[in-house]
């Protein structure tokens, strides 16, 4: 059974920073693209970040590139996106997903239950 638990969550203020993380089980770990995701309170779910099985093809929303910086460990199962000048449009729930591929990473079965993210100005 393919298990995806984020921690890392909380609440910061504006320019503040968070560390996120992703940790996966009952799965290849390195076989998987990971991503990261979120959904804003009214908004659409969007894909923030997502990196490559290998871990050297990273792609990035324009608004978080620059501040967010993912990262992976194969050998620990651990993903990671480290959250840096948080502004408060960053608030929301924030999804680990994996799948094969970041071009259709968002089809994937694999989706973890989210870590709630809030930024206050």
């Known amino acids: 059974q393919v298990q995806l638990v984020e921690s890392g969550g909380g609440s910061v203020h504006a320019g503040g920073s968070l560390r996120l993380s992703c940790t996966a089980s009952?799965?290849?770990?390195?076989?998987?693209?990971m991503a990261w995701f979120r959904r804003a309170p009214g908004k659409e779910r969007e894909r923030v970040a997502c990196?490559?099985?290998?871990?050297?093809?990273?792609w990035y929303v324009d608004s978080v590139r620059g501040r967010f910086t993912i990262s992976r460990d194969n050998a620990a199962r651990i993903f990671t996106l480290q959250m840096s000048s948080l502004k408060p449009e960053d608030t929301g729930m924030y999804y680990c997903?994996?799948?094969?591929?970041?071009?259709?990473?968002?089809?994937?079965?694999?989706w973890g239950q989210g870590t709630q993210v809030t930024v206050s100005s």
């Open positions: 990196l490559n099985r290998y871990g050297y093809i990273t």
């Open positions: 009952g799965l290849t770990f390195d076989d998987y693209a």
């Open positions: 997903v994996a799948g094969p591929w970041c071009s259709d990473i968002e089809s994937s079965n694999y």
